[in-house]
């Protein structure tokens, strides 16, 4: 056996419970290594009692490793380890002191312990988030509802924008939609911000209390969350905590008294008095963003500047969650706080970090409780609309992301194609449409929250910001009809099926282009079958059998469990 590739810990994702009274267990090993695997486990406290047996099941096999899972139930307090046997016949124990070839006396002090399941650390998401289907908005660019607010050199709707054009989009306007979204579907809205703010992004917020009149003032948000919340809507805010705009109060406090300052500590300022150029003479966003000082998170008073904000918004406005800016660049502690503040608001708000990368240290059930998922996305992008990876490594991908996380985290993942920060989905596939509405089948019938960037359900293209930021379409002669339906069609099967939600994933086959996996919740399986290639493909699946397709893309032609499956095509068969 591969010893360098068994792994576990009695930690997040390998060891944690589901509730209570349920402890899951993960082992990895390397791939086609191992035949079987046990776990034997007995009560922390029991010292004389026998240990129980309990087969692991195979839950995931990529490129490197398969995964082995199971589920215990004993009083709380576990003390367990693992024993392995190969193709071959070989047999080891696996302990928290490593391996041995002969099983451990019961008197051993080298088994895992998990030593007992603490209540309030069981992550616990709002359960609406499992139900969940989201549409970003970026107000100044969806919908112009009210044209007395409208900036001065507002750009006629539809021209191309540049990195600070206006175009008068406003709250007002959302209000306006609310059964365009209804009718799509959705559930959810997340606004990039609409705090006060010189910029069309607001990424640079001057004041924290006041909407920005440009988009309403916050009896307008009231009434947005209000109408929203009529419609089975849910509202989530922005919280760009990370920095601020150079116009904030406490700012240009600092550029005005310098070190004397009440706020001096509030940054971080190299050099007074302030420069914005050549380079900035406090440390910022990004590389030299001299528009967003850094906020010191670290300083108690910014701690409780920002924290009172994130209170203020969901006690004023009934706001039901925040999405946070630059989260990875805030100290954990802050987080922890805010999860408290927020949940003491609001007990079923939502917090979603925005995380580019491995989101793992945040998803603990301590700070977030989902992030936009952009690993989700890149894999999506690669596998379906560049088709520069194949099938073999896309499912390597997706399971090491599931790998990474805990179940009740990969429920609410937010499974993004695209963003304001990114190229939109359709343009990076080349505009073929057929491509898109593969990776849809994807991600509405994957595990996690679909997410929809506005204006994509239109058939909207554009390249990087400030591109793909461009105005919604409204005219129906030039919106993608097909498109829209199609979403539609999505967010009803979606919504309609506890197994898309809810239920495990296994991949049942990754070769070439084609991928099928099944998603499977109390007895009851849907079975996802996805040609991504431009010829017919003829695959043989026993796990077809007896289903009929639900999404009705294209015809589905069997002989036994042979599958003739049309180029470009996807089938979901319940
Ligand atoms: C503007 C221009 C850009 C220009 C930039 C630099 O539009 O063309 O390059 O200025 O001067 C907001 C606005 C942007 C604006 C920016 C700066 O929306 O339009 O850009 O402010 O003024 C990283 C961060 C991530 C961040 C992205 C943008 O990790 O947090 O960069 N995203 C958030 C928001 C943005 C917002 C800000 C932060 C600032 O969602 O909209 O920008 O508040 C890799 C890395 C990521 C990296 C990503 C994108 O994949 O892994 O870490 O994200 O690329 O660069
Ligand atoms: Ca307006």
């Known amino acids: 056996m591969i010893k360098e590739a068994i792994f576990h810990k009695s930690d997040i994702p390998y060891a944690y419970p589901v509730n209570k009274d349920q402890l899951k267990i993960v082992l990895r090993t390397a791939v086609f290594d191992v035949d079987r695997v046990y776990i034997l486990f007995k009560d922390r406290y029991d010292w004389l009692g026998k ?7 195979l839950v995931h096999t990529n490129e490197l490793f398969d995964y082995y899972e199971t589920t215990l139930e004993l009083n709380k307090r576990f003390l367990y380890f693992f024993y392995l046997v190969s193709e071959t016949g070989e047999k080891l124990y696996y302990t928290e002191a490593g391996f041995f070839k002969k099983r451990p006396e019961d008197s051993f002090w080298g088994f895992f312990h998990y030593p007992y399941i603490r209540e309030k650390d069981i992550f616990s998401p709002p359960d609406w988030a499992n139900e969940c289907i989201v549409y970003q908005i970026f107000p100044d660019r969806f919908n112009n509802g009210d044209r007395t607010n409208d900036p001065e050199n507002v750009k006629p ?10 175009f008068g989009g406003d709250l007002q306007g959302i209000i306006d939609k609310i059964d365009y979204l209804k009718e799509l579907g959705i559930n959810a809205i997340y606004l990039t911000p609409i705090f006060l703010s010189p910029s069309t992004h607001k990424y640079d917020t001057t004041d924290y209390y006041t909407i920005d009149p440009h988009f309403g003032d916050t009896e307008k948000a009231k009434e947005l969350v209000r109408k929203c919340h009529d419609n089975g809507i849910k509202v989530i805010f922005d919280a760009v905590f990370n920095h601020c705009g150079y116009d904030f109060f406490a700012f240009q406090d600092v550029v005005k008294n310098g070190p004397k300052s009440k706020y001096w500590d509030w940054f971080n300022v190299y050099e007074w008095p302030i420069k914005t150029h050549p380079k900035p003479t406090y440390e910022t966003f990004g590389e030299n963003v001299w528009r967003m000082p850094k906020l010191m998170t670290k300083n108690p008073e910014v701690q409780k500047y920002l924290l009172e904000v994130a209170e203020y918004w969901i006690k004023e ?3 039901d969650g925040w999405r946070l800016d630059v989260a990875n660049e805030i100290d954990h502690h802050f ?6 503040v927020v949940k003491n608001a609001k007990k079923d708000a939502i917090i979603v970090g925005e995380v580019w990368h491995d989101a793992s240290p945040w998803l603990r059930g301590d700070q977030f409780d989902s992030v936009m998922n952009y690993p989700f996305r890149n894999a999506v992008v690669d596998f379906f609309a560049k088709r520069k990876i194949s099938a073999v490594k896309f499912n390597t991908l997706i399971t090491e992301q599931l790998m990474r996380h805990m179940d009740s985290v990969n429920r609410v993942m937010f499974n993004l ?18 491509r898109m509405k593969l990776a849809l089948v994807f991600q509405f019938t994957f595990v996690g929250v679909p997410y929809i960037y506005y204006g994509d359900e239109a058939g909207m293209v554009g390249g990087f910001d400030p591109d ?3 105005c919604m379409i409204w005219e129906e002669e030039k919106q993608n009809k097909g498109l829209f339906e199609f979403y539609k069609k999505l967010i009803r099967i979606r919504k309609e099926h506890e197994e898309l939600k809810y239920g495990n994933f296994t991949t049942l086959y990754a070769v070439g282009r084609v991928f099928a996996f099944r998603r499977e919740y109390k007895g009851n399986s849907i079975v996802v079958i996805i040609n991504n ?6 695959i043989f699946l026993e796990e077809a059998g007896g289903k009929e397709d639900i999404l009705k893309m294209g015809e589905l032609k069997r002989s036994g469990n042979l599958l003739y499956l049309k180029p470009n095509t996807a089938y979901i068969l319940k």
């Open 468 to 470: 793909c930021r461009r």
């Open 335 to 340: 987080w922890r706080k805010f999860r408290e």
């Open 533 to 538: 290639s431009s010829k017919e493909e003829v």
């Open 51 to 57: 240990f129980k047996i309990k087969p692991m099941t």
């Open 157 to 166: 709707w539809g021209e191309k924008p540049t990195a600070d054009s206006f």
């Open 317 to 319: 406005v009934d706001i």
């Open 417 to 434: 194609i695209g963003s304001h920060d990114t190229e939109r989905f359709l343009t990076l596939a080349n505009g073929m449409v057929a």
